[in-house]
């Protein structure tokens, strides 16, 4: 077991037992390991050992008895007298707590100070990695003792949603955050997301402005990153550049890791050039990420065949890497906080009335930050950002 330094060690041993005991791994009845034996596995100290059981002790989920041990009690027998009406979960992307996105980082922010705001309703906060078997292993741990779940996810065209399938079978309130559901959920489900299709044409609008010849974007491969939200900017986008003539598409793949949006983007820059004539103005949208207009920018650097002024570029998500290390492009922005907020409302009202046939659907509005046609020509770039 890796031991996480921001989190108490016994939360976490505690984590893994409720892991083992709601995936049968420790069946109803059997004898539970001894305190010798828990501290030997997670080589901790006696003392951590024993704060963790009595914790699922006082939850209900262990009882000693007298000369025999510890046994895992009946959970599913008692589940209802146990549930915790204070408590909802929060799922989200990240191995550890320490490995949130600043994007992520904000949304639960806000999710927060909705619970906080609207009578104190306790958080706990669930890494899931993005799986679906993680998403559905921790729903199955906190079932007994959380009131309602928040999923921080994404949905992909014509696919079923393991973790919302089994939220709905089970009846438990919950929230979609951020991702644009697809046609299965999206009548009947509580989802909070931004108007992916109205920034894809503030994108198109921006490049109509600008004056561009030929317009690019960039998206990912089917996969992993094929999702919904990026499905529903191209939709925007291509709404107005279909009337335009623009329709170049790039498909990348993005690898898995810290960089992979970056990479995907200078790989994209790769093909772009080959195709792009250098006396015509060039448009280049990047709507899965600003990280891949980041990569975008780093290639067209690196080639000095290319008349920088002539590019303009528009990312997605208005990160910090949009206007730091001498990059200067236009974005679409949208409050995460805001997101959160209004996710933490639904649900909690999702609890409050018990009406899961009437789902709350919201979406929110983006807007677009632009800085300078050019994003190479910083002297000609505006003083401040300019919101449209």
Not at 77 to 96: E, P
Not at 184 to 202: A, E
Not at 216 to 224: A, R
Not at 318 to 323: D, K, P, Q
């Amino acid at each position: 077991m890796t031991i996480v330094e921001n989190k108490p060690k016994y939360k976490q041993i505690k984590d893994i037992l409720l892991e083992r005991i709601y995936s049968g791994e420790y069946q109803i009845e059997s004898r539970f390991p001894t305190e010798n034996e828990l501290v030997s596995e997670f080589g901790v100290s006696k003392h951590t050992i024993l704060k963790t059981l009595g914790e699922l002790v006082n939850e209900d989920l262990l009882y000693r008895r007298q000369g025999s041990g510890t046994f895992v009690r009946d959970f599913q027998r008692n589940s209802g007298r146990r549930k915790n009406t204070s408590a909802v979960a929060f799922l989200y992307y990240g191995d550890t707590e320490s490995d949130i996105p600043k994007g992520a980082l904000q949304l639960i922010s806000g999710f927060g100070k909705g619970l906080q705001d609207t009578g104190g309703v306790e958080m706990n906060l669930v890494s899931t990695n993005g799986t679906a078997e993680n998403e559905i292993k921790a729903i199955n741990r906190l079932l007994p003792s959380m009131n309602g779940v928040a999923v921080l996810t994404h949905f992909r065209k014509g696919q079923n949603h393991p973790a919302v399938d089994l939220l709905k079978e089970k009846e438990i309130p919950f929230v979609s955050i951020l991702a644009y559901p697809n046609e299965i959920y999206r009548d009947n489900i509580n989802f909070v997301t931004i108007d992916d299709f109205k920034g894809g044409r503030l994108a198109a609008e921006y490049f109509i402005k600008c004056k561009c010849d030929d317009v690019f974007t960039v998206m990912p491969l089917n996969g992993k990153y094929a999702i919904m939200n990026y499905d529903m900017r191209l939709a925007g986008f291509q709404s107005l550049h279909i009337r335009n003539s623009v329709k170049n598409t790039i498909n990348v793949e993005i690898e898995n890791d810290l960089f992979g949006f970056e990479k995907a983007g200078y790989a994209a820059g790769s093909e772009i050039i080959k195709r792009i004539d250098p006396a015509r103005k060039i448009g280049i949208f990047a709507p899965m990420s600003d990280q891949v207009a980041c990569g975008l920018i780093r290639k067209f650097r690196e080639d000095r065949h290319i008349k920088r002024k002539n590019i303009v570029f528009c990312g997605y998500d208005n990160l910090s890497e949009s206007n730091e290390w001498n990059n200067n492009f236009t974005s679409i922005d949208y409050s995460n906080f805001d997101i959160g907020y209004r996710a933490a409302t639904v649900l909690l009202e999702n609890i409050r009335t018990g009406n899961c046939a009437v789902p709350a659907r919201e979406i929110l509005p983006v807007k677009l930050i632009r800085r300078g046609e050019s994003d190479y020509d910083i002297n000609n770039s505006s003083s401040g950002d300019k919101h449209e």
